[in-house]
């Protein structure tokens, strides 16, 4: 084990160094040659140290340097030494991480982060989080929080009668939300395209004025951050109407929910704080290791009732947060 | 860089090593230092080597030694090296691996290990597959694309359309299943309770032959391992009859699966290949790092239809599987 995890180390220490020279993207050549690594699955085991090189020799050369600094593609953002390294050695700790009592380090460390990031990007105190794959599940787990509290409201419970015969959800959402948001929606049940779209200006904002003044339960869905071209949604001017109608307001915060720790660009999502709900990532400004997803939600209990199970095998009690829940 | 991970790389060693002879379950003491770790968001940088530090410091003495080989709680493995070594590894590429055409290496190994996986459990050849978090978002996965398929085959799209207004789907389920599937079921709108409760035998098993047999678009869930008992319900019996009334059979297989890899234990999941879809997991049996949950789907184009965006900015068309596929 010593000697795998430290020439692993060399190992990905070149690699690190590489990105400062090498091209950015694969070349051809490269990536043909990953058809090596297709042999059918060995009837024997492969010395550990043979898997590293192997990664190491086939792997490597068709990477993206999407970890490096010349990688501008998408919104995707390279690791920062301190995180990488922290991923290191968790890794190395393994902890199955859904129950405080089971893992009083991980989870402990978890509350403080969570914490953190609701003081820094300037959230209700009390909201509560969970840290998912990526933005796509943030949206998947607070929006599964938005559909039980609206729906708690018209006296339906969600959870454990489904969505069949329930009083219907409008979703309000912009025109250029983006498609993982609608995806969300479509996994949860509420529809990708059963939505009413709000028109967009000319900078892909939607035009908040136009939202539509419906009445039962609803979510409003809006952008910080216009994957296209930056632009914000009004995102307090939203929450005004929202609470006239008694909606609930979703932010995809992917990358724009970071304007707010930033004290020269807050002004672009005026009013977070009035959402309901958010939903961002780590692994784009804060620039930890893929993947990163945050999923923030004003109503812990909205959050714990959509996610939180118990079972007879399971220590579920504690005064602590449950990162399962 | 190279002096932090190679410093990191040395902690995690001695991690390990003490597995063999530190307590499994950490004393009171250390989970009450974790507080030290509980200060305000910092508002000036720390440097990496005292963030590892710290983490060592106070994180490690109140773990769960879940990486050992004398925890025996759950169902938790610990990691093979060339798991963690390789894990370690492609942390360091830190590759956003959704798209073939964007990272090409990582999105090609996935293609092979899902090829070997499905070899190995004995899945039919063209079973598609997904690696995600857990076997719970391998549930989700899955029946997402059941979904998809027994209400395609009732004219109804859900994806887009959602489930208000569609044909219902009725949910067969044994009377011990777990709960991260009722879980499942809650987040994409089919209810946790709104289920057919098919009773138990005294081992906790599903009694087949109860099986109601129901028409319209019907999910039948079995289960390849009761965490409480070890036994599997009859699969194949439970196939037969999913034939005869037009169901689907979704299969959680969270550690039973792997009874098809082991010559001595393959009659208790007899039948499998017959089933829709499969969860499983790659951090129990296969000793890989948290986390790794793997769905399987026998049609590809039903787990496509549930899972699958598009935007401007993704260069989407590739010859290969795309992972966010």
Not at 32 to 50: F, M, Q, V, W, Y
Not at 53 to 61: A, C, N, Y
Not at 246 to 273: I, Y
Not at 299 to 312: G, H, P
Request: proline share 6%; charged share 20%.
């Amino acid at each position: 084990m010593k000697e795998l995890l430290r020439a692993t180390t060399e190992h990905a220490l070149q690699y690190l160094d590489s990105l400062q020279s090498r091209p950015v993207a694969p070349d051809a050549e490269a990536v043909a040659n990953l058809k090596s690594l297709d042999i059918a699955l060995p009837r024997e085991g492969t010395a550990p140290s043979e898997v590293i090189q192997e990664l190491d020799e086939f792997g490597r050369p068709a990477t993206m340097a999407m970890a490096g600094p010349r990688f501008f593609g998408f919104v995707i953002g390279g690791s920062l030494p301190a995180a990488l390294a922290a991923n290191w050695l968790v890794s190395a700790w393994d902890q199955n991480t859904g129950l405080y009592n089971s893992t009083p380090a991980t989870s402990y460390i978890e509350e403080i982060a969570l914490k953190w990031l609701v003081d820094l990007l300037g959230l209700p105190s009390q909201t509560a989080g969970a840290f998912v794959s990526g933005t796509s599940v943030a949206h998947l787990t607070a929006l599964a929080a938005a559909r039980h509290s609206v729906l708690e409201r018209a006296g339906w419970d969600v959870e454990s009668d489904g969505l069949f015969g329930a009083p219907p959800v409008t979703v309000i959402i912009g025109k250029e939300a983006h498609p993982t948001l609608h995806k969300a929606l479509g996994i949860i049940g509420l529809g990708r395209k059963r939505v009413l779209e709000v028109p967009a200006d000319s900078q892909g904002r939607m035009q908040t004025a136009k939202i539509p003044r419906v009445s039962g339960p609803a979510i409003i869905c809006v952008q910080a951050g216009n994957v296209n071209t930056g632009s914000f949604d009004s995102i307090g001017e939203a929450c005004e109407i929202a609470k006239e109608i008694g909606a609930w307001v979703h932010v995809d915060g992917a990358f724009g929910l970071w304007a707010n720790v930033a004290p020269t660009r807050a002004h672009l999502v005026a009013g977070v704080e009035q959402a309901d709900s958010w939903a961002t990532d780590g692994h784009k400004w804060l620039n930890v290791p893929y993947d990163s997803g945050i999923a923030f939600v004003r109503d812990a209990n909205a959050l714990r009732a959509s996610m939180s199970i118990s079972a007879e095998y399971l220590p579920h009690a504690s005064e602590h947060r449950n990162p399962s829940d």
